[in-house]
């Protein structure tokens, strides 16, 4: 009998998945694939990681070795142009032709270029394939000024990927907010504001008319407001088109606005002619993601089974991380349901915005908006997709914890035919069956099931079904970092430290797998930092910082960032208070006197920076870690020097405490305190470690904190001299730098400490594991590698430039930053200060 010959035109992941799910099926079919890019499929989603350093390969779904070794006969970089129906053939543009017996469109979708006069000169580009970005690449490198003309999800990635390339960037949007199909009006102006506050100039109900030569730039972008905007690089991310021309040549049903008419079973107008992926239109709609191009995949292959499968659409839900920050959407996003109900919780302080929509009667969600915050976002997906009735005041769900909490939905609370990953149609009863199976970790399951091997945004929720299931087994859970590494932060830690790993390349390469997440990046940075004290902003490192570590500096809530230098022990010279005035003054900055006894210096623009800490550390100062996981301060009372009470001098060990440690990098963020006497003025038994004088020496008080929960330290050695106070703070930290999981305070990590105190006190006061000696010797390496990570900036031209703000215009400031004076000092406006300030200028 002869094989039924399939070909498949197109090899993006949807083409790609339904030749891999047709291979799975062991049908009697010869496989053909005819691909118009010249490499095979690769991964779209994180396309934007090639800027990152990804190469192409390092993106590939699959290869032509692959394709050879199960029988595919695979083309590539030759496009099919024409379809003969009556002869059942495929002609490519080299003039090749294969017959078939049933054809599969997976043509996907091409970038929407308005049809603006100019927008196809040279540097004028779009966002779309690995070699758009490396035109991209290209272009950005004789560039200054980048727009970007589209303010979806593919535009703000491409802005992201702009101003990492160091351009002053732009993005241009039509309608007036942005994400407009995904967010509402309060997360698209939430949104906004934050993309604001990162340095991305954002233009809203902005249409282009011309695009003509620049005076300044290369571009002058004319608006049909009569406003203007020059750049010297234009990207086009303004939207797909579906790839059907080769069908509507064919003469298949066409959709009025474009794509290929399909029915539940993926057929065109012509049976034997299956279209699949964002080429496709079922119901005058086309799915723009991936999940729903998959299940048609597999839709479209279960065609030439017993079992046919239909597809009626897919959920277009979707939760990602855009220039840093969490946006997620859920179902009904705008409210669109009749009769529906919509709870909102806005928080401009920490910028976050969330929305949930419920029905009538309130016991169903509709759908939800998440922005700044995505905690909730498996949890209300759950209670989406699968019709879950809510909870008596739904409104608790996106509330603070500090208004009652957040009634999780757990894991065990879902049903098994809960979709955990929808990209690849993951059910938790596919997880249960795996676990049945004998999968017995996160990554097995992963590997039995694919789920979260697409876009990874429910990696989350897979590792707490997995989890779940394999405790109530009595199995042991994993404690993985992530999906990226089979191994606990700890784990990761020594494996750094005995390997001598200097990057997160080496580590993943050769003990992780995949690219690393928001989860293990942070993670592996800081355990470089701490282990061998680079440079944090050297490349291989700088990909690993959050927001805060990338610019040295806190970023508040209208997009300034804070300046903090270290003063340590509290203690400064008159000539230093001058030169902070001076600073403050000159660049305008509020002046607040923190708990931790420095001066914090709000309002400064990112490009104000390297200035403003040029000038502090010609008067001496260092930076004060106020972004970094690291010690921050060391409080300090007078002490026996001035006061009547004090027994020893707690300056002076503040100051010794505060220079020996401040270079260390940690879990989380380090507090301490010196106290004269048991009066307590510096409230060391609320810091992680403290040190109380005595008339015989020092009480060293460990694992207390302040903040949201409170907690008193406890006592662990008394009367100590000198020398030996700092070997055991010596060890205390690097114990607890050593075995503390991610984010993990020194009081969460005493809790779960095995042995508690008296266990903790073992180690480090009798030495009952050996280590002491290495301990000491770690920690003599971080102090001995010091250094101001500032002063270390500003003697780096090449450093500087992230600090860029305006390349062009270098004297230009931030018109959306609007500061308001109060009490004799500038504050950022607010909306109601705004209105007041247009009402006065009109």
Known sequence: MSLTNIVVVGNGMVGHHYVDRLLQASLDVKITVIGEEPRPAYDRVHLSEYFAGKKPEELALTSREFYKENGVDAHFGDAAVKIDREKKIVLTDSGRSFSYDKLVLATGSYPFVPPIPGAKDEGCLTYRTIDDLGEINAAAKSSKVGVVV????????????????????????????????????????????????????????????????????????????????????????????????????AGLEIGERGGIVIDYHCKTSDSDIFAIGECALLGNRIFGLVAPGYRMAEAAVTQLTEEKESFRGADMSTKLKLLGMDVGSIGDSHGNTEGSVAYTFSDESKEIYKRII???????????????????????LQYYLNAIDLPEHPESMILPDSAGGVPALGAAALPMTATICSCLNVSKGDIVEAIEGGCCSVGDVKGATQASTGCGGCAALLKNVVDDEMAARGMEVNTSICEHFNHTRQELFHICKVEKI??????????????GCDIC?????????????????????????????????????????SVVPRIPGGEITPDKLIVLGEVAKKYNLYTKITGGQRVDLFGARMNELPDIWAELIAAGFETGHAYG??????????????????????????????????GLRSPHKLKSAVSGCTRECAEAQSKDFGVIATENGWNLYVCGNGGMRPRHADLF??????????????????????????????SVWLDNLEGGLEYLKQVVIEDSLGIAAELEAQM??????????????????????????FVNAPDAKDENVIFVEERGQPRPANEEDRLELIAKSA
């Open 150 to 249: 589209g303010g979806g999800l593919l535009g703000l990635e491409c802005a992201n990927a702009l101003q990492n390339l160091g351009l002053e960037t732009h993005v241009v949007e039509f309608a007036p907010g942005l994400m407009g199909v995904q967010l509402d009006e309060g997360g698209s102006k939430m949104l906004r504001r934050k993309i604001d506050g990162i340095g991305v100039h954002v233009h809203t109900s902005k249409a282009t008319q011309t695009i003509s030569k620049g005076e300044s730039c290369r571009f002058r972008m004319n608006f049909a407001d009569g406003e203007h905007l020059e750049t010297d690089m234009i990207v086009f991310s303004a939207g797909i088109r579906p790839s059907d021309q080769l069908a509507r040549e």
């Open 521 to 561: 990046k942070p993670a592996v940075g800081s355990i470089l930092a701490s282990l061998w004290n680079d440079y944090v902003l050297e490349k291989p490192h700088v990909g690993l910082q959050d927001t805060n570590d990338t610019f040295l500096a806190n970023m508040q809530k209208d997009g300034t960032y």
């Open 502 to 515: 200097h990057t997160f390349g080496e580590l993943i390469k050769g003990h992780g797998q995949g690219r």
């Open 358 to 380: 419920v029905d009538t009667t309130g016991q169903k969600l509709l759908g939800a908006v998440l922005v700044g915050d995505c905690s909730e976002y498996d949890t209300l």
């Open 717 to 746: 050695a008394t009367d100590l001299d000198d020398e030996t106070l700092i070997k055991y703070i010596d060890r205390f930290l690097m114990f607890y730098v050593n075995t503390a999981d991610r984010l993990q305070r020194t």
């Open 629 to 662: 996981k690291a010690l921050r301060t060391v409080k300090s009372c007078v002490g026996s020097t001035w006061c009547r009470y004090g027994v020893q001098d707690s300056v002076s060990m503040a100051l010794l405490v505060e220079n020996r440690y401040k």
């Open 780 to 805: 003599a390496a971080v102090v001995d590698t010091y250094q101001c990570e500032w002063k270390t900036t500003i003697s780096d031209e090449e450093k500087l430039k992230r600090f860029r703000q």
